[in-house]
Nanobody
């Protein structure tokens, strides 16, 4: 019953910044960001517990990316800074009721997924 839509992707130069948004049609317990580059596996990026604000980050983005949420708008954001060419991927938003699926390996995510938004970082 939950629909997700991502926005904010685009083309930026290395070292630049972007902010991604994920708007949900309803309230959900946990949400997270994943990414997948062509020819590569999908990988976990960041997650957040909607009401508590507890967060989790992949080692590759710690110190560069920040995940936040606006509970009133059922929206999560991913502020991406110091972008690198290896950050280039389609970024997907996921939502679900089981927080552990977003906070512990293998970071399976939730039952709901958005269509994705493209982020391209030029060198």
């Amino acid at each position: 019953q939950v629909q997700l839509v991502e926005s904010g992707g685009g083309l930026v130069q290395a070292g630049g910044s972007l902010r991604l948004s994920c708007a949900a049609s309803g309230s959900i317990n946990a949400m997270g960001w994943y990414r997948q580059a062509p020819g590569k596996e999908r990988e976990f990026v960041a997650s957040i517990i909607t009401q508590s604000g507890s967060t989790k980050y992949a080692d590759s983005v710690k110190g560069r990316f920040t995940i936040t949420r606006d509970d009133a708008k059922n929206t999560v954001y991913l502020q991406m800074g110091s972008l690198k060419p290896e950050d280039t991927a389609v970024y997907y938003c996921s939502a679900g009721d089981i927080a552990a699926a977003f906070f512990f390996p293998p970071y399976m995510g939730g039952d709901y997924w958005g269509p994705g938004t493209q982020v391209t970082v030029s060198s």
